[in-house]
């Protein structure tokens, strides 16, 4: 069974930082597209970065570019997103995603369809 599970969140002030992590199982980790979504109250669920399982890319929402990193560890099938100099619009439940298929590009984060259960993230002003 295809499992994916976010840790990580948490309240932090303003300026400050936090490591999401999402543990995956039940797949061939490094063949399969990972990314991070995530969804504030009263607003659409939104693609922040992901890492492409064909090439190695990675692709970053334009509000979080130069603040956010996101990063995989084949061995420990984690794959991690260091968010710095958090804002209070950065508050959202953090999904994790992977691609059901293997080796496709998450350009689009379109083929992100598999999904973990959302960490809190909560940025205080």
């Known amino acids: 069974e295809v499992q994916l599970v976010e840790s990580g969140g948490g309240l932090v002030q303003a300026g400050g930082s936090l490591r999401l992590s999402c543990a995956a199982s039940?797949?061939?980790?490094?063949?399969?597209?990972i990314g991070w979504f995530r969804q504030a109250p009263g607003k659409e669920r939104e693609g922040v970065s992901c890492i492409s399982s064909n090439d190695g890319s990675t692709y970053y929402a334009d509000s979080v570019k130069g603040r956010f990193t996101i990063s995989s560890d084949n061995a420990k099938n984690t794959v991690y997103l260091q968010m710095n100099s958090l804002k209070p619009e950065d508050t959202a439940l953090y999904y994790c995603?992977?691609?059901?298929?293997?080796?496709?590009?998450?350009?689009?984060?379109?083929?992100?369809?598999?999904w973990g259960q959302g960490t809190l993230v909560t940025v205080s002003s």
């Open positions: 995603a992977a691609d059901p298929v293997p080796l496709r590009s998450c350009s689009g984060y379109r083929y992100l369809e598999v």
């Open positions: 039940g797949f061939t980790f490094d063949d399969y597209s």
